[in-house]
């Protein structure tokens, strides 16, 4: 293979630092390292490999279980992933074989249960292959029980309350449903195991399980509503999904030398860079060797584990990027976003650089969201959700729009509450990200055919999808798509998808996937009772259909808009509607409890009251730690490098007047003496901010309520650390930039 470049440190950072090294000097350092990096061997080279030919390389996928696996086995094995049944356990010790041969084939040692607790990661425990004999000797092995069965530590995951420290049992499940894989590091490979899992009672721990309780709820309720439109020929209806990511990357000096970065993700200070987006010219522009270098590295590591990456370009932000794959079911695309989070997080360290994944990492340019691109698929490739050249006339897509826009009407408090994060609010309501209004976008032509069915009237006639006519004699019109987009509406329909916009960079797309499928399946059993109903009353099915069409749409077209989610004059609009606005996380968990949230979820099996408790609380306590964690930060770096730095400036300005008036007694050196003044004004004010913070966190909240606990942390301690870098991001524009102590702004976002 021949080798092209990336760019890496060398030597490392921290190598030779004197501990004697003040953090301005850090600063220089970290900046003169990345301009002096060497250039080193990539280790992939997109022009020495097929795509075709990688793909799935490292996955235990049908094609290689078709080869590994004896006929009856893999066909009942098919049998229960095409029809959802429940696996023959029987076959569990071949299968476990197979996977083993090809594994150890493929250079394993190890193997683990791969799964999702409530933490919003990926967990696993390595077991090797080996076993020991009664004659002190040791063979491979790996039997059905090994696959199906792991048994890791529950008491110390989020559990909200389900389990407590001394309640440790736990077990993870293999989920057939989701390909296994092999991960590799430079210290070896390791079988991974999707799995779901759960407490000693049953209890979900997991964001895995609730989603595929989900999936089986909304077949249930789409294959019902199908055969009540005479549609009996799908056996399995699916929701796919295709998540895009958004990421920054930064240089890794610059990174190790910001400790707030290091410990909550973001930039807790930084003044406003002289330039940051607003030039607009960072968007889908050339994007750097040293980037495309990490993509490329990236992009061979996902291929090999089957991952369908499609889109790679640059972001608005300077430093940031985005990623897309292609459709997939829902579980397979959690699965693969999780993988992409962390292959892109290993490999962005290989190439020097550190890969930010927090939704506001950098104030004042744009967020990062994670774009999550929702359809619904029959088991023969039908979406359902494609209105085909005249949507006023297919019946089954109407039928089926419709009950997405009954769904988001409906439960749309749902939909913000299962994005809500601490990291999330300082996004959403920003130039990148859509309010916390949840509003659905259809375009004109949909939006007419809307209007058409609620009135009765013929659907109005209008120009969409003729082409586009250039003004160029030697350039073809362009073809022009059925509707525009919007990038203001936070659950737009984009041609055959609903895209859900508000979904956090750093978070996991289970939870909202999981509530979307809850809410269109409930959506589905109500239209098709409705439908029922009239029909069992003696009117005819479709007179019935187009009744209850028209009554829904009527009922719920308050939640479609199609303009500017960001004006004034929407806020005060969707107010007149009747939409909520839950503008914070502690605002919206709340809709998570309600008697009837707990009703929906619990009717259709995806979570029991239980179950949708304990995600509530780990929400809200995942929220509080987030904001202390970030509140005792803000105050350490405050106290112990920014103001030591402004006191050193202070200093420096003081000895300088007084020499000054010592060498030349009669000069007046009023501006000077100003120039103090006022610095030593906002250094005090600077202090007294830390004071209040400090105070704060010394304290704590009153309240042993989880709700009053975050709301302290709302309206209290971030609005104290609000004003705590309000005055530190003054300062900074003040202080002498040789000894500002942290790396700024217009380095990080640029020099990379």
């Known amino acids: 293979m021949t080798n ?59 094609q290689i279980m078709a080869q590994l696996l ?27 074989n197979a996977m083993k041969d090809w594994a150890i084939s493929k250079g394993a040692t190890h193997f683990c249960h791969w799964f999702m607790p409530m933490t919003g990661l990926s967990a696993e425990k390595h077991d090797s292959f080996l076993v020991s004999t009664n004659d002190n000797g040791a063979i491979i092995e790996f039997s059905g029980q090994n696959l199906l069965l792991g048994e890791p530590d529950a008491s110390s995951f989020p559990s909200g309350g389900i389990r407590s420290t001394f309640e440790a049992r736990g077990y993870t499940g293999w989920d057939p449903t989701s390909p296994a894989f092999i991960m590799e590091s430079v210290n070896g490979k390791t079988l991974c195991i999707p799995s779901i899992f759960c407490s000693f009672s049953g209890h979900a721990l997991d964001k895995k399980t609730p989603l595929l309780r989900s999936m089986d709820a909304l077949n249930r309720s789409a294959l019902r509503l199908l055969k009540l439109l005479g549609n009996e020929a799908p056996t399995r209806v699916i929701s796919t999904v295709g998540p895009e990511q958004e990421y920054f990357l ?78 997939e079911t829902s579980n397979i695309a959690c699965d693969h976003n999780m993988l992409l989070m962390e292959v892109f997080r290993k490999t962005a360290q290989k190439h020097g650089l550190r890969c930010l994944l927090h939704e506001k990492p950098f104030s004042g340019v744009n967020g990062s969201g994670k774009h999550n691109n929702w359809s619904l698929a029959d088991d023969l490739g039908n979406n359902l959700l494609d209105p085909g050249t005249t949507p006023a006339e297919n019946s089954q897509f109407l039928v089926m729009l419709t009950s997405v826009i009954l769904a988001v009407s409906k439960f749309g408090h749902l939909l913000r509450a299962s994005v809500a994060s601490a990291g999330n609010d300082h996004r959403l ?16 032509m949909l939006t007419n055919v809307v209007e058409a069915l609620v009135s009765g009237k013929k659907e109005a006639k209008g120009k969409h999808g003729l082409p586009i006519e250039i003004g160029v004699s030697l350039l073809p019109n362009l073809p022009r798509h059925d509707s525009d987009r919007n990038r203001t509406s936070p659950f737009a329909f984009t041609g055959n998808k609903f895209e859900f916009r508000a979904v956090g960079s750093s978070q996991s797309i289970a939870f909202p996937n999981t509530v979307t499928n809850v809410i269109v399946a409930e959506a589905m059993r109500i239209i098709a009772n409705d439908i029922e109903s009239n029909v069992k009353a003696g009117m005819d099915l479709n007179a019935s259909i187009a009744k209850v069409l028209q009554a829904t749409l009527k009922e719920h077209q308050k939640i479609i808009f199609n303009g500017d ?41 995806v979570l029991t009251h239980e179950e949708l408790n304990s995600r509530y609380k780990i929400m809200l306590e995942n929220y509080i730690k987030t904001v202390a964690i970030e509140a005792s930060l803000t105050a350490n770096l405050a106290q112990t490098v920014i103001l030591p730095a402004c006191l050193d400036f202070q200093s420096k300005l003081a000895m300088t007047i007084t020499a000054t008036k010592s060498a030349i007694p009669n000069l007046m050196l009023g501006p000077q003496e100003e120039m103090l003044r006022d610095l030593t004004s906002k250094i005090n004010d600077f202090y007294r901010s830390i004071e209040v913070l400090d105070t704060l966190i010394k304290n704590g909240s009153d309240n042993h309520d989880l709700l009053d606990e975050a709301l302290f ?40």
Not at 429 to 444: K, T
Not at 594 to 599: A, R, V, W
């Open 565 to 605: 989610n960001y004006s004034k004059e929407w806020h005060e609009e969707a107010s007149k509607r009747g939409l909520p606005n839950y503008k914070t996380t502690v605002e919206a968990l709340p809709c998570l409890v309600t008697k009837d949230t707990s009703e929906l979820f619990a009717s259709h099996g």
């Open 713 to 752: 942390y709302e309206q209290q301690v971030l609005v104290a650390m609000k004003e705590v870098r309000k005055h530190a991001d003054g300062l900074e524009l003040t202080i002498d930039d040789a000894l500002w102590p942290m790396p700024k702004f217009r380095e990080m976002l640029y020099i990379y």
């Open 429 to 444: 309501g920003a130039n990148e990200a859509p309010p916390a209004i949840i509003s659905v976008y259809l375009g004109d």
């Open 70 to 96: 004896p006929k009856p086995v893999y066909k009942s094995l098919v049998q229960s992933l095409d029809k959802g049944e429940r696996l023959d356990p029987s076959i569990a010790d071949v299968v476990a």
């Open 250 to 327: 930064i240089d890794e000096a610059y990174f190790l030398s910001r400790p707030d970065l290091i410990n909550s993700g973001r930039a807790l200070f930084g003044a406003k860079p002289p330039k940051g987006q607003e030039m607009e010219d960072h968007y889908w522009g050339s994007i750097r060797e040293r980037v495309l270098a990490f993509m490329i590295d990236s992009e061979y590591e996902l291929y090999k584990l089957g991952v369908p990456v499609k889109t790679r370009h640059n972001e608005v932000a300077p430093a940031q990027f985005e990623v897309a794959p292609v459709f």
């Open 4 to 62: 092209t470049t990336h760019f890496e440190s060398k030597p490392n950072f921290y190598s030779g630092l004197n501990v004697k090294t003040t953090s301005s000097q850090n600063r220089k350092k970290a900046t003169q390292q990345i301009m002096n990096r060497e250039q080193t061997n990539n280790s992939a080279n997109s022009n020495d490999f097929k795509i075709s030919d990688i793909f799935g390389s490292n996955v235990f996928n049908r």
